[in-house]
Antibody, heavy 114, light 107 residues
């Protein structure tokens, strides 16, 4: 069965960096685009970024462009989100989702606070 | 970026009621719209794709319609497990954008 498991979240100070991972299993990872979506406390869903199946194309929300980088390692079936220059407003649960939207991870909490 | 305006933001209804949630796009998005259900502390669940196609395993009481700028999600007869927050998402172009959500509560 398809599984997506996020890791790497935690508490980080403003201006610092954090890298999230999403380990995929149960499907051919290299055949699917992958997304990151986040949800701030008590707020709605916000699409963050996408990467194509072969990693050649990436797109970002305006709110994270220039600070976050999405990447993937198809040999390890793992998706990443490198988050730099973190701000308090980046505090959220971060979900990875497979292209097609049927499968989501359980989420990883990121808290940006001094 | 395309803005998705979802209404209402909250809705009180009873088991057995028929409810409709609306999403309006700030520009035409063909039928490139999906609907999601989210319960507290859980990941979203994918309900409908391409505006009106039911995802496998989703009960037939859920339906979607629309094209261009105006879209609706209808639940024909509310069940207790349907009380949740619903979101639309345009996947017409990047950056993708969600509606702000509709919280469906028990009356």
């Amino acid at each position: 069965q398809v599984q997506l498991v996020e890791s790497g979240g935690g508490v980080v100070q403003p201006g610092r960096s954090l890298r999230l991972s999403c380990a995929a299993s149960g499907f051919t990872f290299s055949s699917y685009a992958m997304h990151w979506v986040r949800q701030a406390p008590g707020k709605g869903l916000e699409w963050v970024a996408v990467i194509s199946d072969d990693g050649s194309n990436e797109y970002y929300a305006d709110s994270v462009k220039g600070r976050f980088t999405i990447s993937r390692d198809n040999s390890k079936s793992t998706l990443f989100l490198q988050m730099n220059s973190l701000r308090a407003e980046d505090t959220a649960v971060y979900y990875c989702a497979r292209g097609g939207w049927e499968h989501w991870g359980q989420g990883s909490q990121v808290t940006v606070s001094s | 970026a395309i803005q998705m305006t979802q209404s209402p933001s909250s809705l009180s209804a009873s088991v057995g009621d028929r409810v409709t949630i609306t999403c309006r796009a700030s520009q035409g998005i063909r039928n490139d719209l999906g609907w999601y259900q989210q319960k507290p502390g859980k990941a979203p669940k994918f309900l409908i794709y391409a505006a009106s196609s039911l995802q496998s395993g989703v009960p037939s009481r859920f339906s979607g319609s629309g094209s261009g700028t105006d879209f609706t999600l209808t639940i024909s007869s509310l069940q207790p497990e349907d009380f949740a927050t619903y979101y639309c998402l345009q996947d017409y172009n990047y950056p993708y954008t969600f509606g702000q959500g509709t919280k469906l509560e028990i009356k």
